[in-house]
Every structure is written in structure tokens, then in C-alpha cells.
């Protein structure tokens, strides 16, 4: 493979998590879908214990599409992506990220809790495009009011 089409690779990769990450904070789910296989594994197990509540791991792109629409739908949040590592293997992928994650109630903006999160990302190759075959998030700091997410 030559250096353009693996630099090439390494965008798509990395426009995954940036579909992933837009798609929920514009609250579409049909971009949101698009970051993901039809088998996808969302796990924020070790994120959530962090901030004292349990979330199942969600398996399937309906299921997770689905979960973080609706336990979201009351917040408005706003998640950047930094640090992107990537590493290639054909048509598999692997991405380390930092995302932070700020997440406020939409009737209490004076209100906020915000997190500093290390995503461990699988990606496959489909087509033309790469999506997310298996995320896990765990968390690195946290800020704010933890209450916030008790809404989820």
C-alpha cells in the first residue's frame, strides 16, 4: 500500500469517530449510523463506573443508534476529538483518541458535567468507507456535576 493511499486510510479512520461524535451532538441519527457497522459494540462500562452508574454494553448499530438517542435526547453535548493514533491492517483498523465530552441539560444550562475520555476504537473497511465495528471509552478526568447524566 503505498503512503498516500495509507495516509488516506488514516482520515477515513479518524472521519469515523467524527461521524460518531457529530451525529450525536447534532442529534442525527442517520450521520450517527453511518460511523458504524451493522454489527458495532458500544462499550462505556469502564467510563460509566468512573462516574458511578452502570451502562450496558449495546451491540448492534440500531442498538446503540437507538440507546444514545433517547438517553441523550434532554442534553445537549459537544464532543472533541484529539490525539488520533491510528494503525492499520488492511481492511481492519485500530484508533487510540482522546474525546471530551461536555454534556448540559437543555433546560439548566447553568448546570454541566464534562469528561475526558480515551476511546479504544475497531474499525472495518465497508466499501468505500470505514465505520466503528467496536468502541470502549474509559475516562481519564471528569468535572462538574455528576447528577447530570442521571437523565440518561
Known sequence: MSIAQQNADKIAVVDA???FA???DLHDESLLASSLAEHAVSDF???AAKAGFDYPVIEG???IVAA???SL???DTSH???NPRVTLHGD???LDVLVEAQHVPRNDASRHYLMKNRYSVELMREGNVWVISRTTVDNIWRDGDEAVLSVI
Request: charged share 25%; hydrophobic share 40%; net charge positive.
Open 22 to 24: 457529530a451525529g450525536v
Open 80 to 82: 472533541s476529538v484529539s
Open 17 to 19: 469517530l467524527y461521524r
Open 61 to 63: 448499530r440500531e442498538a
Open 73 to 75: 435526547k434532554s442534553l
Open 45 to 47: 462500562r469502564p467510563a
Open 92 to 94: 481492519k483498523a485500530h
Open 68 to 70: 444514545l438517542s433517547t
